[in-house]
């Protein structure tokens, strides 16, 4: 309160000036949308024209931003066309929908093309009409293309294993199958889903089961792969000789949490290599015991 002239009180309003609380509103909320990683950008009701798209939204659309803002449709010509129509269905059908959410591509100047994922929300006046389309956008084109690499990886993964000559499988930290190949599954004469789930001991004979939960155990304790040729029962009751390779299968932190491992058949070796030594015994006991003297020497007269 203030004296006037007269000795009377006059009053001033207290309140701040509303016009330049807005600007500065304004202002704020511009210079925030122009410093966030997410595209952003706003459009007239009609979606056609852009009336403003932050740096990070220029970037992507890769045009002068006087020319974006003051050319009608110049935005939807940087829409794939596969994806055009569908994008302007649904601006035209926003007032009933209140909002949507939908993936779609950009093509730049270059050619280079993006995959964005944009929700779209009208902005209403105090009359309830549509004043304003705001749309807030994520370039998802690199988590795409990792997703796209990881199927492609997996593909030759998957190729691999069910094409070599090799059997292959994964045990949880409980000695349960987690996985294994075609190969694997046809030695045992088994579906996958039979294998999966099931213990050593629900498989093989106990004296067998046991000598391969005792090496799983070792592989958990020490941490070290496990290397060896032995006897493997086959589904018809015969023994085979595999060579086998076990190791720790590991999660991201490093930590033990099952095992992986490889087998493949080595009988016909393991076989040869017992006849190659058998017969080395017989000749031995032949030269020992016949009633003869036997010599040899290199071709320099050495014996």
Not at 13 to 41: C, K, Y
Request: with cysteine; proline share 4%; hydrophobic share 40%.
């Amino acid at each position: 309160m203030n004296q006037n002239a007269s000795g009377g009180e006059t009053e001033h309003s207290a309140e701040p000036n509303s016009e330049v609380n807005s600007g500065l509103a304004e202002q704020f909320r511009l210079q925030l949308l122009d410093h966030v990683s997410e595209l952003v950008w706003s459009l007239t009701p009609d979606g056609r024209r852009l009336t403003y798209f932050n740096p990070a939204a220029a970037v992507v659309f890769g045009a002068a931003v006087s020319e974006v803002l003051q050319r009608d449709g110049m935005w939807l010509g940087a829409i794939h066309p596969s994806d055009k129509i569908l994008v302007q269905e649904q601006l035209q059908m926003l007032a009933e929908t209140g909002g949507f959410r939908q993936q779609f591509r950009v093509l730049g100047n270059d050619g280079t093309e993006r995959q964005l994922e944009a929700t779209f929300l009208p902005l209403r006046n105090e009359h309830n009409e549509i004043v304003q389309v705001a749309v807030l956008a994520q370039d998802s084109s690199e988590r795409i293309l990792a997703q796209r690499s990881l199927v492609e990886a997996r593909a030759v993964y998957d190729s691999l294993i069910e094409n070599l000559p090799i059997k292959v499988f994964r045990k949880n930290r409980h000695g349960r199958f987690v996985f294994c190949n075609q190969l694997f599954c046809d030695a045992l004469q088994l579906e996958l889903e039979e294998i999966v789930g099931k213990t050593d001991e629900d498989l093989f004979p106990f004296s067998v089961a046991k000598k391969y939960r005792d090496d799983d155990r070792q592989i958990l304790e020490t941490g070290l792969p496990y290397h060896s040729v032995e006897e493997h029962p086959l589904a018809d009751g015969s023994i085979s000789w595999v060579e086998v390779i076990k190791s720790p299968l590991r999660d991201r932190d490093g930590r033990r949490i099952g095992i992986q491992g490889v087998f493949w058949d080595v009988t016909d070796r393991v076989m040869a290599q017992r006849s190659l030594v058998e017969a080395r015994a017989v000749y031995d006991s032949l030269i020992e015991n016949l009633p003869i003297k036997v010599f040899r020497k290199n071709r320099h007269g050495r014996f």
